[in-house]
């Protein structure tokens, strides 16, 4: 019986990985958005976006599987509630990631503003969603409170994308609109 659960985790674990692999995607794609305005890569995040919620709806159900059949206790049950925790923040990320996105692409470019301060925080949160998973998955300790500790690295991020924001509105106050949404897609990313 122990096989069977072992092996039911084992899928919830690859499900996981898979899951966040394609949040990384997405946050990639929404950069590139961002970086780019490119139209086609929106495709590709409604896509990803389906897959991600297909993704969601098939590790929830695992999880109520385990829950129902195997009756876990004690670690167990805690690996599982944090599984179904998770996976309803990487939707959410996911949902973030195609926001940016759909912003981005109605967003008239603003001439002279430099994006390098949303650049390093979009690597940042994406090394940030692809490390979480693999600490989950590990059970790894110590790559969790490293992933807890850079959470202050995008939140100052954010700061300095804001505080660029602010500086090229009051320079450039004719894409105040445009620079808005981009603080919106840096408040996104924080999240």
């Known amino acids: 019986m122990r096989n069977r659960f072992d092996r039911q985790l084992l899928k919830l674990n690859q499900e996981m990985i898979d899951m966040g692999s394609l949040c990384e995607e997405m946050i990639t794609a929404a950069a590139k958005i961002v970086a780019t305005r490119d139209k086609e890569l929106m495709d590709d995040i409604v896509t ?4 991600i919620n297909q993704k969601e709806r ?6 109520m599987k ?3 059949q195997q009756q876990p206790v004690a ?3 805690r690996v599982i509630s944090a599984a179904m925790k998770m996976v309803s923040d990487m939707e959410r990320i996911g949902d973030q990631a195609a926001d940016i996105a759909e912003i981005v692409i109605h967003t008239e470019l603003m001439d002279g503003y ?3 301060h949303i650049k390093k925080m979009t690597k940042a949160v994406s090394k940030m969603v692809t490390e979480s998973v ?3 998955v590990g059970s790894n300790l110590e790559l969790a409170q490293d992933v807890i500790n850079r959470d202050d690295e995008v939140d100052d991020l954010f700061i300095e994308v804001n505080n660029d924001l602010i500086k090229y509105i009051t320079e450039n106050p004719q ?3 445009a620079a808005l949404d981009l603080m919106m897609t840096s408040k996104y990313l924080e999240r």
Do not use: G, K, P, V
């Open 58 to 63: 098939d590790i929830e159900r695992i999880c």
């Open 114 to 116: 430099n994006s390098a």
């Open 134 to 136: 693999d600490a989950f």
């Open 75 to 77: 670690s167990d049950l």
């Open 66 to 68: 385990l829950l129902m």
């Open 48 to 51: 990803m976006e389906e897959e």
């Open 175 to 177: 894409n105040a609109s």
